[in-house]
Nanobody, 116 residues
Framework: QVQLVESGGGLVQAGQSLRLSCAPSGRIFGINDMGWYRQAPGGQRELVAVISRGGTTTYADSVKGRFTISRDNAKNTVWLQMNSLKPGDTAIYYC??????????WGQGTQVTVPS
C-alpha cells in the first residue's frame, strides 16, 4: 500500500534549523493539497502549513515567518523548512497528502525536538 515517508526530524538547539521532507513510497495520482501537521506531547494534532497544487500556502500563526513549505508536483514531494526553532516546536510532525481518489493520506510522523 502506498505510504507517505517523512525524513529529516531530529534534535536541534533553539535558534537552529531543520528541514523535513515527505514523499510517497509509491505512485499517487490526483494529489491536491499537501501539508504538515504536528502533535505535541499530550496535545491535539494541529495544522502547521499547507500548500496547494498551485503553490498557495497557509501557515499557522505560530510558525509564520519561520517556517516555509514547498513542493515538487512532479515528485509529489513536500518539504518544510523550519528556521529559528523554539522549544514550543517540539512535536511529532506528520505529512499529509489529499487525493480525490484516495482521500487523506498520512505519514507515520517524525520527531522534532528542541530542548529548552
Amino acid at each position: 500500500q502506498v505510504q507517505l515517508v517523512e525524513s529529516g526530524g531530529g534534535l536541534v538547539q533553539a535558534g537552529q534549523s531543520l528541514r523535513l521532507s515527505c514523499a510517497p513510497s509509491g505512485r499517487i495520482f490526483g494529489i491536491n493539497d499537501m501539508g504538515w501537521y504536528r502533535q505535541a506531547p499530550g496535545g491535539q494534532r494541529e495544522l502547521v502549513a499547507v500548500i496547494s497544487r498551485g503553490g498557495t500556502t497557509t501557515y499557522a500563526d505560530s510558525v509564520k515567518g519561520r517556517f516555509t513549505i514547498s513542493r515538487d508536483n512532479a515528485k509529489n514531494t513536500v518539504w518544510l523548512q523550519m528556521n529559528s526553532l523554539k522549544p514550543g516546536d517540539t512535536a511529532i510532525y506528520y505529512c499529509k497528502a489529499s487525493s480525490v481518489l484516495r482521500g487523506d493520506i498520512w505519514g507515520q510522523g517524525t520527531q522534532v525536538t528542541v530542548p529548552s
